[in-house]
T-cell receptor
Framework: AQSVAQPEDQVNVAEGNPLTVKCTYSVSGNPYLFWYVQYPNRGLQFLLKYITGDNLVKGSYGFEAEFNKSQTSFHLKKPSALVSDSALYFC????????????FGKGTMLLVSP | DADVTQTPRNRITKTGKRIMLECSQTKGHDRMYWYRQDPGLGLRLIYYSFDVKDINKGEISDGYSVSRQAQAKFSLSLESAIPNQTALYFCATAGQDEKLFFGSGTQLSVL
């Protein structure tokens, strides 16, 4: 069975500082990895995905994520946080089998202070 | 117009009532999903469908049923609602790349 762990319930960072939201995964075979963001009273929005290729993936709103196969991690990063980045972030994985489904982590609340 | 539309946005019902949540999409995708979100638990998959004739149970399907009426429509029913089904429900659709597009959600409260 596939699974995702987001070890931090909440991450606090000051505006302008770099941010990291952690994610580790477990899956059979090669993974598809995703990050989604949820703003208050909204559905989830796609940020970025890793399928194959370059381990550093760039996504929307200046976010990027680094795939590390040996550590089974896919941490979300941004060089300079904005107050508007405050939201709930979800990491997700699938087994890349053609008819698999995404399994989501429990989510990490990111709070960026002015 | 939204790519994925869920109705209703909010619903309050009583224990034992039958409830239907509806979802329609304009993405032209074959794959559709129902998830529920609970605080601290993330999103959990209830049912999914890879095409009109395909229905599959997710990890928490007990107490739920679905109907795929057309490529664009996928409804979720609670046959006899109970309070622990109080949650935020999301419909989503995806293409072959498994990138999900979500609706705005239905907040369901079962009293």
């Amino acid at each position: 069975a596939q699974s995702v762990a987001q070890p931090e319930d909440q991450v606090n960072v000051a505006e302008g500082n770099p941010l990291t939201v952690k994610c580790t995964y477990s899956v059979s075979g090669n993974p598809y990895l995703f990050w989604y963001v949820q703003y208050p009273n909204r559905g989830l929005q796609f940020l970025l995905k890793y399928i194959t290729g370059d381990n550093l993936v760039k996504g929307s709103y200046g976010f990027e994520a680094e795939f590390n196969k040996s550590q089974t991690s896919f941490h979300l990063k941004k060089p300079s946080a904005l107050v508007s980045d405050s939201a709930l972030y979800f990491c997700a994985v699938s087994s890349h089998s053609g008819y698999s489904t995404l399994t989501f982590g429990k989510g990490t609340m990111l709070l960026v202070s002015p | 117009d939204a790519d994925v539309t869920q109705t209703p946005r909010n619903r309050i019902t009583k224990t034992g009532k039958r409830i239907m949540l509806e979802c329609s999409q304009t993405k032209g995708h074959d794959r559709m999903y129902w998830y529920r979100q609970d605080p601290g638990l993330g999103l959990r998959l209830i049912y999914y469908s890879f095409d009109v004739k395909d229905i599959n149970k997710g990890e928490i399907s007990d107490g739920y049923s679905v109907s795929r009426q057309a490529q664009a429509k996928f409804s979720l029913s609670l046959e006899s609602a109970i309070p622990n089904q109080t949650a935020l429900y999301f419909c989503a659709t995806a293409g072959q790349d498994e990138k999900l597009f979500f609706g705005s959600g239905t907040q369901l409260s079962v009293l």
